[in-house]
């Protein structure tokens, strides 16, 4: 299963198109006669009769109702209707049962005090800066209450300068540049989104000497060129503007005058100008309407037929004739955050954990990000709460959460997991989240330890279009949309892949700073749109364009609480390590692609250079100054690696022995089961929740200690783009050799680790049952 939710962050690489040609057999999804993983035969009766009355529960009018209330009025970290909301879910926690609260946290949260961006020659133009209401969208007129389009944690500032395009603002469109003789040192960039989070294109531009940056949303990817523009169609009309963070969250997400403490009250601040993850330069997000006069005014070469958006101007470089001036100032104020936290009391093992969670805070209404996300967890909790009611107990605590605070910078859930670091290290089993939600496939993301449970939930899941289950419908999709491999493996191997998890959403101070495995689910891929971080993410907007009967809300809270309930409920909680090898294996081959790639790069350059040397010898009176060669990339040893994969594939092997043996042969669905003692099964589950965590050090990765997960991290220069491995991978891409071997060997041994543990496990399972 590829991730893919709505919201633009997560966007899946496959094709967003509708299943068509690939034939799928219409039969609806049938009730499972095997034990879900982790269940011994005897203890799968009783969940399989519970999760039929579970699924049955949801009801997509509540779901289209919480919508409607909650994306009523702007509701962003701070305001009014966000503290409302919060206490209104945590009121409907309690009628349902719950034991629920709020956790309040005080973040810094910077809101515009003055915005002015305007061109200064060769012509004079002043940017709108607004977002025009539309009246057949009631909502989009709520100015009192709305957020100006801006990024967070921008620089104050007041630049002039010329102005330079920069494409999608990444390192490697300043390459190009840099091969055209173009400078941007003392210039205004002008960026458009895309091509990597919004965080990275000010970061970037700052590194390479720019006073300024801006942002546009071009209508090439994100407007008319894809269909018709709000209120018509789906798509950002001229107007409309992302908002959106650009914290240095790849460094450390949450608040950056507590990182690594909780942000309660009293907390222990440190002072702003000393705040490492604060943008450098002033950084503003505008419109393609303000964005067309500053692009129509640049000269220089024609920009390369890649960068060219679909705005009706010729895209030309720079710099200048151009010339801009933009001026930004915050009110840096701290924010009250308001978490509720709701939980159902475990019967048998309360002191382990399954945590489930979406936020709810949105830059303006947020219907679809990220209230089509927070509506479903809310009826999965009024429908668990009715279970209770009629006898279900879950065997574990169950952790039901709203963050606030999401959208500046995960600052709501990072200050809840920083609060409680310790205890969340001990206790939580698995964390699932959600990020808003649409109409087509289920995505899903994150730890290999969990892919073949997320597999077998989604075969019992049915989709609400095609009625086949929704494992069935998308495998067809990629054997529809893949070639090679991808599609060989969607018919061939028995789990669909999910993707690992880089950064963009509250999973991430879960599995990256604790090391507690996760999962990242949404609906998505048969709808499309332009209205992400604007005033048009409404309950008008997603009631015309999105999931309009609300039927993949219903299959959201089906899916995920379907997923909880077996997390709650299961013997033996159901991580599988056989997948996780093979992924693992499989990333040490991309490292060791990504070295040879670059060596044989620099050697073809070499070779060129060697080419023109010879060239210039035969003619004496040439006074070209020639490159200097590059040194070849060092051979790297990683036999370490290598040899950790092989330990962990056999430790999983042995597990999965030891675990069919445990459970009466249920987990491959041929035994009668049998019973394991509570004080062993407490045990051994405590043990099972720490296999993850060895994958993490608390030495935390290479300039950037907050992130302690050895295996998936944002990238520094792809911010919610997933570097797997990113040690080894991230030093080799920098060629950075010495730190290559260094991080070879750390993430060796803490696979090495993983695969130890995984054996005293195993053996303590096979104990168990003798």
Same mark, same amino acid.
């Given at each position: 299963?590829t991730m893919r939710s709505?919201s ?9 198109v ?7 057999a ?5 009730q499972?006669t095997?034990?879900?993983?982790g269940?011994?035969q005897?203890s799968?009766?009783?969940?399989h009769?519970w ?10 009018m509540?779901?289209?109702s919480?919508?409607?209330?909650m994306?009523a009025?702007?509701h962003h970290?701070g ?5 409302a909301?919060?206490?209104?879910m ?11 609260e709020l956790?309040e946290y005080?973040?810094?949260f910077p809101t515009p005090?003055?915005?002015v961006?305007?061109?200064v020659?060769?012509?004079r ?8 209401a539309i009246?057949?969208d009631?909502?989009s007129s709520?100015?009192?209450?709305q957020?100006p389009?801006?990024n967070?944690?921008?620089?104050d ?5 010329p102005?330079?395009y920069v494409?999608?603002?990444?390192p490697?469109d300043?390459?190009e540049l840099a091969?055209?003789g173009?400078?941007?040192r003392?210039?205004?960039v002008?960026a458009?989104y895309?091509g990597s989070w919004?965080g990275?294109?000010p970061?970037?531009a ?7 940056c801006?942002?546009y949303?071009d209508p090439r990817d ?7 523009v709000y209120?018509v169609g789906?798509?950002?009309?001229k ?5 959106g963070?650009v914290?240095d969250?790849?460094v450390a997400?949450?608040d950056?005058l507590?990182?690594g403490t909780g ?5 222990a601040?440190i ?6 993850t604060?943008?450098k330069i002033?950084v503003?997000p505008?419109s393609?309407?303000?964005?067309q006069?500053?692009?129509a005014?640049?000269g220089?070469p024609?920009?390369p037929e ?7 101007i010729?895209y030309?470089?720079?710099p200048?004739?151009a010339r ?5 100032t915050?009110n ?6 308001y978490?509720?936290?709701a939980?159902l009391?475990g ?8 945590v ?8 303006v #209404? %947020?219907?679809?990000d990220?209230?089509? *996300?927070?509506?479903p967890? $809310? !009826?999965?909790?009024?429908a668990l709460? /009715? ?12 952790v ?6 999401e959208?500046p910078?995960l ?6 997991v920083?609060h409680?670091?310790e ?8 964390y699932?989240n959600?990020?808003? #939600? %649409?109409?087509?496939y289920?995505g899903? *993301?994150?730890?290999?330890? $969990? !892919? ?5 939930? /989604?075969k019992d ?15 067809a999709?990629i ?5 090679g491999?991808?599609r060989?493996?969607?018919?061939e191997r ?10 963009g ?10 090391g ?5 689910l949404?609906?998505g891929?048969s709808?499309g749109?332009?209205?992400?971080h604007s005033?048009y993410?409404?309950?008008a907007?997603y009631t ?10 219903r ?6 609480g379907t997923?909880?309930?077996r ?12 997948n996780?090898?093979e992924?693992v294996r ?6 060791k692609a ?6 044989q790069?620099i050697a073809?350059k070499?070779r060129?250079i060697d080419?023109r040397?010879?060239e210039?010898t035969?003619d004496?009176?040439t006074?070209?100054?020639l490159?200097t060669k590059e040194?070849l ?11 950790a994969?092989d330990s962990?594939?056999r430790?999983a ?5 030891a675990?069919?043996?445990?459970l009466?042969?249920s987990?491959?669905s041929?035994g ?14 405590d043990?099972?929740?720490q296999?993850e965590?060895?994958l ?5 990765l290479p300039?950037?200690p907050w ?9 520094l ?6 570097k797997?491995l990113?040690g ?8 950075a ?5 260094r991080e070879i060997?750390?993430?060796a041994?803490?696979?090495n ?5 995984i054996?005293?496990?195993a ?8």
């Open positions: 299963m709505l633009p962050r997560l966007r899946s690489s496959l094709p967003l509708l299943l068509t040609a690939v034939a799928v219409a039969t609806p999804v049938q499972r095997t034990s879900p993983r269940f011994t005897q799968a009766s009783a969940q009769e999760e039929g009355k579970f699924r049955a529960m949801p009801d997509r509540l779901i289209r919480y919508m409607e209330r994306a009025r702007p970290v305001s009014p209707y966000g503290k909301n919060a206490e209104w945590r009121d409907q926690f309690r009628s349902w049962g719950w034991d629920a956790a005080h973040v810094l005090k003055e915005r961006m305007e061109l020659a060769p012509t133009f002043v940017a709108k800066l607004e977002e025009s009246a057949s009631p909502t709520q100015k009192s209450e957020l389009s801006y967070a944690y921008s620089a500032g007041d630049v002039t300068g102005l330079v494409n999608y603002g990444v490697a300043y390459e091969r055209r173009i400078d941007v003392g210039a205004i002008i458009r895309g919004r990275i294109k970061k970037v700052a590194e390479h000497g720019a006073i300024g801006i942002i949303s994100d407007g008319y060129y894809n269909g018709d209120p789906p798509w950002r009309p107007d409309g503007v992302q908002r963070s914290l969250m790849p997400p949450g950056p507590t990182i942000a309660t009250r009293e907390a601040r002072d702003r100008a000393n705040a490492a604060l943008m002033p503003l505008i393609y309407g303000d964005a006069p500053l692009l005014a640049l220089g024609v920009a890649a960068w060219r958006g679909a705005l009706p010729t030309k470089l720079g200048g004739p801009v001036h933009v001026k930004l915050f840096w104020n701290l924010a009250p955050a978490n509720v936290i939980r009391q019967s048998e093992f309360p002191d382990q954990w399954i489930r969670g979406n936020h709810h805070d949105g830059w #209404n %947020g219907a679809e990220p209230i089509a *996300g927070m509506a967890e $809310l !009826e999965e909790a009024r709460g /009715a279970l209770v009611q009629r006898g279900w107990r879950p065997r574990r605590t169950i039901y959460a709203a963050w606030d605070a959208e910078a600052l709501g859930s990072t200050e809840w920083e409680h670091d205890e969340l290290r001990r206790k939580a089993a698995v699932i959600t990020d808003g #939600n %649409g109409r087509g289920l899903v *993301g994150g730890s290999h330890s $969990l !892919e073949r449970f997320a597999n077998e939930v /989604a899941i049915e989709d609400p279009e095609s009625k086949v289950s929704v494992w069935k419908r998308l495998q999709r054997v529809r949309d893949a070639s491999t991808a060989r493996e969607a018919r028995a789990d669909l892949r999910i993707g690992a998890l880089g950064s959403s509250d999973f991430t101070p879960f599995l990256q700073h604790l507690i495995a996760s999962l990242n949404g609906y891929g709808d749109g332009g209205i992400y005033i993410d409404d309950f907007w015309r364009f999105s999931d309009t009967s609300f039927v993949y809300g299959a959201l809270a089906q899916t995920v997923i909880v309930m997390l709650a409920n299961a013997d033996v909680l159901p991580y599988e390590f056989g996780l090898a992924t499989g990333y040490v081959t991309e490292v990504v070295r040879d790639d670059l060596a790069r073809e070499n060129q080419d040397v010879f210039v035969q004496p009176k006074k070209e100054v490159p040194p990339p060092p051979v790297l040893n990683f036999a370490p690696l290598d040899n994969v962990l594939t430790a092997a042995k597990y999965e022995s675990l069919g043996k445990a009466g042969g987990s491959a041929d009668s089961g049998t019973g394991l003692d509570p004080a062993a099964l407490k045990t051994l589950n043990q099972l929740i296999a965590r060895m993490t050090s608390r030495e935390g300039k950037r992130f302690q997960h050895l295996l998936y991290a944002p990238g220069y792809t911010g919610y783009g997933v797997t990113p080894p991978r991230e030093a080799v891409e920098l060629k050799w010495s730190d290559a071997e060997v750390r993430a041994a803490a696979i680790a993983t695969a130890t543990h054996i005293r496990v053996d303590a399972l096979s104990a168990a049952t003798r």
